[in-house]
């Protein structure tokens, strides 16, 4: 959602929102001739494999070592080149982005974590089990979760690690606010508040539910201190310590299938509620929270608890250059003694130094830094830097691991391929497309050959009829190397609900026709859709972001080529427009038809359902009420599940009923990859998480 991966090539939830809220709308889009000529987007990145994008065959310039030695210059320290920048902030609390939270990942640690690779099962961490109905942890109604704590874990600063303050970094995240924050996705099954379609919640909803406090600091601080003191009261009663049993129990306002999903994020990391008083941050105080109320991260970074850290887990932040590197130093007093997993770390870090260098936007000094062997790893963004670093590649791997020599054997790298990606682009329809004061999008506003009624797209059939338009295998091909999958479901392969076997829509010109032609469209003269025609405008936006977003435009040139094709007079004509325009034109739902893309917060269904039926992409495309309440049973009975095949069931039928109405044209599942040293070892894909886990990985 508001989530980004690799900071700068976010989310449209965390860029499109914010750059969208200070554009001007419009309602005429530019002349296509003024446009520039590439471009698009708010593709998703992932790190530390990044979600890649068609280009052109490029030569790779870099020339192949003979013979690696495979032996690094310093086996204790892991030297890191993303293409990210600065943290938003290191405060687990507020944190909505992987350059932070990888930090965080890495110095603070979860009640439970992810099982190696596994996105979808858990380890305990600060916890000693993770909680079931078989052993107690969860009961039978799915309402009440008991955690028990780990004793004898220290803090980095020596403190020893209590139930309280567990309890205290929950009660802190959705008291701290702030619409920007990641707790909102605590606080529906928390405190039983639903996600509004704009996606913005949190804490002052409690106070006022007109969500008018919301990142209003003044506002709150003027609020009614009866309400403000019941609004904490409601959180601490909630989430409740008992350091006396050594366990922490989270009292739900409704069953939650993903709970142990969110809680084994990063905004579930767990800090020291005596460092967090004494660095600037509420101490608990169920008559002063209002004070500690934030909306900003800069707010939070003039604190110490955003500049630095004190966690538990296996390293330390040595320093934070902003604007040149971060540093992380290995935890002598780490508690694990034994792994988390068969085979996993325990003990000492393997990797003494962990230096992240900041700001090498350009993909050449990046190379040449791996090149030199001055480098472990780096992010290659796009297809064009997979081509440059291929023939560096003496094994090429896949995402269980398994290695065989590359087409270069003498290579000093190892790629992973085909990894699982947490994020998807996908045409979305609006169902009622904004007139009011124009919109030349859609032309003429009615169906006469030059434009099309607002109404277009409530038409089943002719929803039906882009479906089978769109072909998959040339939008694949065009980017990416072609590797990918055509997507079957609004969740993504692996997740609970997703099944190959679930009906989807083909390319299929024929069936694009005779959904044409069995629509009752009628034109003002009487005629039919079919012989009639259509013409609008479908924009999309690129060139001002880079190559990494071109694949914005390959959907809708493949779209308005092959409805040309069908019917001549089925004319859609794609446009770049500057990503500020796009936005405010989305926004605005004055956009016919739309690409966008999505990246997943927690590896679960949920997080794809809601945003695409309840919330931000449902209002951005009208949909209409009732299909909304058709797929909300499902989704609802899904997430207040927490039996396994339960939730598949309802998502099943979530699947089937969403295939029947048929509200967008889902894309495709795009692959990443995975570049690093030979020397590297230990290395394991996870697609969900804040880029590397450094606790796993050692060098020779």
């Known amino acids: 959602m508001r989530h980004t991966k690799s900071k700068g090539l976010g989310l449209l939830i965390a860029a499109a929102l914010v750059l969208g ?4 709308a419009t309602s005429t889009p530019p002349s296509a001739g003024t446009l520039p000529a590439t471009g698009n987007a708010l593709a998703p990145a992932s790190t530390p494999a990044v979600t890649a994008v068609s280009s052109p065959a490029v030569a790779a310039t870099s020339p192949v070592a003979p013979a690696p030695t495979l032996q690094s210059k310093d086996p204790t320290t892991f030297t890191y080149l993303p293409v990210s920048g600065d943290p938003d902030t290191l405060d687990p609390a507020f944190d909505y982005e992987t350059t932070g939270g990888q930090v965080i990942q890495n110095t603070y640690e979860t009640l439970i974590f992810y099982n190696k690779g596994d996105a979808n099962s858990f380890v305990p961490q600060l916890a000693i089990e993770v909680p079931s109905q078989s052993n107690g942890g969860i009961s039978a109604d799915g309402k009440t979760y008991t955690f028990k704590i780990r004793a004898g874990v220290k803090f980095h600063n ?9 309890a205290f970094t929950f009660q802190r995240g959705l008291l701290q606010g702030g619409l920007s924050s990641p707790q909102w996705l605590l606080f529906q099954p928390i405190l039983g508040v639903a996600a509004s379609p704009s996606g913005n919640n949190d804490i002052t909803d409690l106070v006022d539910p007109s969500g008018k406090l919301g990142d209003n600091q003044e506002a709150v601080l003027l609020a009614d201190p009866a309400k403000l003191l019941a609004a904490c009261q409601a959180v601490t009663s909630a989430i409740v310590a008992d350091d006396a049993a050594g366990t922490v129990t989270f009292h739900l306002a409704q069953p939650w ?11 579930g990391s767990v800090s020291d509620k005596k460092w967090v008083g004494a660095h600037g941050g509420w101490d608990g105080d169920c008559h002063t929270w209002q004070k500690f109320y934030q909306t900003q991260s800069a707010d939070i970074n003039q604190l110490g608890i955003g500049t630095n850290e004190n966690g538990t887990g296996p390293y330390v932040l040595d320093h934070w250059t902003h604007g040149k590197e971060i540093v992380l130093k290995a935890f002598a007093g780490y508690w694990r003694t034994e792994p988390a997993w068969p085979g996993g770390p325990a003990g000492a ?6 230096i992240i260098i900041l700001n090498v936007p350009k993909f050449s000094e990046r190379l040449a830094a791996v090149q030199a062997g001055d480098a472990d790893t780096i992010d290659a963004n796009v297809s064009t830097d997979w081509l440059q670093e291929d023939p560096l590649a003496g094994e090429t791997c896949d995402q269980s691991g398994a290695c065989q020599p590359g087409s270069s054997p003498n290579g000093p790298l190892r790629v992973f391929k085909s990894l699982a990606p947490v994020s998807r682009n996908d045409m979305l329809f609006n169902f009622k497309i904004d007139t009011a004061g124009g919109n030349d999008f859609i032309g003429s506003s009615k169906l006469d050959g030059a434009g099309i009624p607002s109404d277009f797209f409530t038409d089943l059939h002719v929803r039906k009829a882009f479906n089978y338009c769109f072909d998959w295998g040339a939008y694949l091909k065009s980017y990416q190397l072609g590797e990918g999958e055509q ?3 609004l969740m993504l392969p692996g997740e609970i609900g997703y099944s190959e076997n679930d009906p989807h829509y083909e390319y299929d010109l024929n069936k694009c026709r005779a959904e044409f032609q069995a629509s009752a469209i ?9 012989d009639t025609g259509f013409h609008f405008t479908l924009p999309y936006n690129s060139s001002q972001l880079g190559p ?31 990503w500020l325009t796009f936005l405010a034109a989305q926004r605005a739902r004055k956009l016919p038809l739309f690409v966008t893309g999505w990246l997943e917060d927690i590896h679960d269904p949920h997080n794809w359902l809601v945003p695409y039926v309840q919330g931000t992409y449902a209002a951005w495309q009208s949909l209409p009420p009732d299909l909304v309440q058709q797929l909300s049973v499902f989704i609802n009975e899904g997430v207040a599940e927490t039996d396994r095949a339960k939730r598949a069931a309802s998502y099943h039928q979530f699947n089937q009923a969403f295939y029947n109405a048929a509200p967008d ?9 995975h570049y690093e040293q030979r020397w590297v070892q230990g290395y394991y894909y996870n697609p969900i998480y804040a880029g590397y886990y450094f606790y796993a990985l050692s060098k020779k």
Request: negative net charge; glycine residues 6%.
């Open 665 to 673: 044209i889902l894309l495709t599942v795009e692959y990443v990859r």
């Open 522 to 530: 009628k034109a003002p003269d009487g005629k039919g859709l079919w």
């Open 257 to 267: 299938g993903p709970l142990l999903a969110t809680l084994a994020a990063i905004w």
């Open 21 to 24: 809220a200070c554009s001007p």
């Open 158 to 166: 020596g403190d020893t690690l209590t139930p309280d303050d567990v």
């Open 548 to 578: 990494l977003y071109s694949i914005r435009e390959i959907p809708t040139q493949i779209l308005s080529r092959n409805l040309k094709a069908v019917n001549p007079k089925f004319v859609v004509d794609a446009i770049d427009l500057p």
């Open 487 to 489: 997507s079957y479901d």
């Open 349 to 354: 870090p393997g990797l003494k130094t962990i």
